[in-house]
């Protein structure tokens, strides 16, 4: 500890009073005081020289009252790591700027320190003493500043009194890692496997939630470095965002995510490529390499004739000269390409993951809370050097371990656990089911502002669904839009053009045992929306019918289409310029024909593009002249029409005229009567679109985001809109050929509770 006494002793008549530290009106304003200084003192850790005084300033501040405000957020009297009994208990708060070098005069990031560590004030030393609300205040401040505590010393953390605290706030890059799921990470996405074979397939990618990628992570922010000395010679130890510390334009939050390239990675990725080399042509990347030496050497038996024959007309080699060698060549080419591409996917898919996770966790939430004894923290393994440089890695590795004797982890990035194994929507969060039954809308900004409160960093995130939960299944549909700003605005209010948008819709269920004609109806919407190839549905129901059968074994299945800033700018450029007509009204017919529900019964409703090519010009007329008055029975004429023209297969004509039929959204009257106002939502959906557009252009401030989310959002309160919006969008996505810009994922875990939980990831490649 270093004593503060000659450093503050020309200002410690400013707190000479015979008051007592339980007195109101004591130190009453929210304001600390502030202490000039005259003089410095210094600790030296590591060959590191933290300097208090110097000419920056000291001040202190009196927690007496439960409606007493921690700027830190570090003091309360509940929710807080610091609670006090304001009958009997007060606290004394000091914060110091501090400036630091490294004493052989070199930049202090040799040192491993990615800290903002400047004679500017970007970095303050806080410390957090205890007393009895009976004390005198001059005698309490004396005693303090003699024995003043810093986070920097291991020392002082060793004698701190229990339930004293120190803190460390500073502007800099804190790294950790992350255990999470291969299966997680493939089902943000698989686009960029897409182009790699001559024919598009359906990729179907089973794995186990135990197959874990180490991924290390770096955040340039504000952070707080929070230690409380605890009972039992223990230390709680929290890491948190923090307030903007520094005063520049130009950063704001900055995150780098990727892979740790390990041993352990390599072996990973070619597990990876076997399962992918048999989901595609359903062989081992082995039993291919031995049929085509075994080709080349006039000795294959049969089935590898077969085999060798399959893959020559697949790769369209089967009439090229020399087919074997170039077919051998191709073979070694993909295996090249595969694992450069997972590596490519999983970083893209982390960093969107991440990122959004990360941008939502405001100043309350904990990147890392962790109790453990205060001997392992700047003894055994010394980990608080290390966390002085916010590097969190080697504690978290320890812990995942169990190397760290008698730690209790009590949240990880605001999560109860280190590692993840599963995962929703976006990323890195678990769906919740508890609140199935009932609409749901999340409007949620997280501000930023720098110190100067010339700039903003915002986050912006916009959702509306259903969740539903009679019996079984169980569910959700979703449509979620988040804006995001890659740092500070320009100007004091950000402009809508500083955004990054992303779009994301989705549905999710829940259910126990899938009979044939329930799995059929989830594949149903995985072709709708591009994840399955219809060709392929036979074999994914004969492969994984018998795995989702199964009595009592609970299913979960996700279907996500997700659309990048890039994939969301170009569509919403295209879908302005044309508004309420054209081919937004012609992809709009298709897209709701398609979206008519599946039903086995009947052969022009088994997939959607029977759907498309039998209902879509019924579409067509509805969106161009629908008469609200119109009776059901006669838009269930048009439709019985319409199929009679076609044949009437299965007798569909009279599914759809009969009016028991018309109550819910399996016929095209009962979809119009149970959707009353579809068309004004899709209008609204246009025209919210081009208000985006429009503002986006103009420069206009990031409020109009708001009212162009207003418009935008009615399709997604049904699930027959929301069906339409997904394919609508992914029609005009292979036009524009972005379909690499943007995700399509249907997910499949088989037995999620169990022992051993099954994965698989279904994208067409």
């Excluded at 052989?104 to 970007?122: H, R, V």
């Excluded at 007309?313 to 089967?318: A, E, Q, R, S, V």
């Excluded at 295209?574 to 019964?601: E, F, P, Q, V």
């Excluded at 022009?604 to 029977?610: S, T």
Aim: net charge negative; hydrophobic share 40%.
């Amino acid at each position: 500890m270093i004593d503060l006494s000659n450093v503050l002793l020309p200002l410690r008549e400013l707190l000479l009073t015979t008051k007592v530290l339980k007195d109101k009106d004591l130190m009453a304003d929210e304001t600390p005081i502030a202490l000039k200084t005259d003089g410095a003192e210094s600790v030296n850790i590591q060959g590191v020289t933290f300097t208090i005084g110097a000419g920056a300033g000291v001040s202190v501040k009196l927690f007496n009252d439960e409606d007493d405000k921690d700027e830190d957020e570090f003091v309360g009297v509940k929710d807080a790591p610091i609670i006090f009994n304001s009958e009997s208990e007060a606290y004394l708060k000091y914060t110091n700027a501090i400036t630091a070098k490294l004493d052989a005069n070199l930049p202090i990031a040799s040192a491993g320190f990615d800290l903002a560590l400047t004679s500017e004030g970007n970095a303050k030393s806080v410390f957090y003493k205890k007393h009895a609300n009976t004390d005198i205040v001059n005698a309490a401040f004396l005693q303090d500043i003699i024995h003043y505590h810093t986070i920097f010393d291991p020392a002082d953390i060793e004698d701190l009194d229990e339930d004293d605290a120190l803190a460390f706030l500073v502007t800099g890059s804190l790294s950790s890692s992350i255990k999470i799921s291969w299966s997680d990470i493939f089902s943000s996405s698989l686009s960029l496997l897409a182009g790699i074979l001559p024919v598009p397939v359906t990729l179907d990618l089973s794995l186990t939630p135990s197959l874990m990628a180490t991924v290390n992570f770096s955040v340039k922010d504000d952070f707080r470095y929070f230690i409380k000395k605890l009972p039992n010679k223990e230390c709680l130890v929290i890491f948190k965002k923090g307030k903007a510390t520094s005063t520049g334009v130009s950063a704001g939050a900055a995150i780098q995510i990727g892979l740790t390239n390990s041993s352990e990675l390599e072996n990973q990725l070619e597990e990876l490529y076997e399962k992918i080399i048999e989901s595609v042509f359903g062989h081992t990347a082995n039993e291919i390499d031995t049929a085509l030496q075994k080709i080349k050497g006039g000795v294959a038996d049969a089935d590898q004739e077969e085999m060798v024959k399959r893959l020559l007309i697949y790769f369209k080699l089967d009439k090229v000269p020399d087919s074997i060698n170039t077919l051998i060549a191709k073979i070694a080419a993909i295996k090249t390409i595969i694992p450069d591409k997972i590596k490519a996917i999983a970083n893209a898919s982390l960093d969107l993951s991440f990122s959004y996770q990360y941008k939502r966790l405001t100043e309350e939430n904990e990147i890392l809370s962790v109790k453990l004894p205060t001997k392992e923290l700047i003894a055994n393994n010394n980990y608080h050097k290390d966390l002085l440089k916010f590097k969190l890695t080697g504690l978290l590795d320890d812990l995942r371990d169990s190397k760290v004797a008698g730690a209790v982890v009590n949240s990880y990035l605001n999560e109860k656990k280190i590692t993840v194994s599963k995962s929703w929507g976006f990323g890195l969060q678990l769906f919740d089911f508890n609140l199935l039954g009932k609409d749901y809308t999340d409007l949620k900004d997280v501000v930023r502002t720098n110190l100067g409160n010339t700039a903003q960093q915002i986050s912006m995130e916009r959702v509306l669904g259903y969740k539903w939960g009679l019996g079984k299944p169980a569910g959700s549909w979703k449509g979620l839009i988040t804006a995001d700003m890659a740092g500070y605005s320009k100007q004091a209010i950000p402009a809508i053009d500083e955004f990054d948008i992303s779009m994301l819709i989705n549905q999710i269920s829940e259910n126990t045992r899938l009979d044939e004609d329930g799995f059929r109806d989830l594949i149903d919407l995985a072709v709708l929306w591009g994840a399955i190839k219809v060709a392929d549905v036979t074999a994914v129901v004969t492969k994984y019918l018998p795995k989702v059968n199964v009595k009592d074994k609970k299913v979960l299945t996700e279907h996500k289409l997700l659309f990048s800033p890039a994939a969301f700018k170009l569509l919403m450029q295209t879908i302005s310029s044309i508004g309420w007509s054209g081919l937004n009204l012609k992809y709009l017919a298709m897209a709701m024909g398609a979206s008519m529900t599946y039903i086995s019964d009947y052969q022009l409703r088994r997939d959607p593009a029977a759907r498309q090519q039998t209902y879509g010009g019924l579409w067509l007329g509805y969106l161009n002249d629908f008469d609200p008055d119109t009776d059901p029975g006669d838009f269930a004429a048009a439709a019985e029409e319409v199929v009679r023209n076609m044949g009437n297969p299965d007798h569909l004509a009279q599914f759809e005229a009969d009016p028991g039929n018309w109550i819910f959204g399996d016929t095209y009257a009962g979809v119009i009567r149970s959707n009353p106002s579809l068309q004004s939502d899709l209008k609204d959906f246009i025209l919210g679109i081009q208000n985006l557009n429009n503002a986006v252009q103009q420069h206009s401030q990031y409020t109009s985001f708001n009212n162009a989310y207003k418009k935008i959002s009615g399709v997604f309160s049904q699930s027959f809109s929301l069906r339409t919006i997904g394919n609508f969008l992914m029609l005009y996505a292979r036009d524009l050929n972005i379909l690499s810009e943007m995700s399509q994922v249907f997910t499949i875990t088989i037995d999620p509770d169990g022992d051993t939980p099954e994965v698989v990831n279904f994208s067409i490649i």
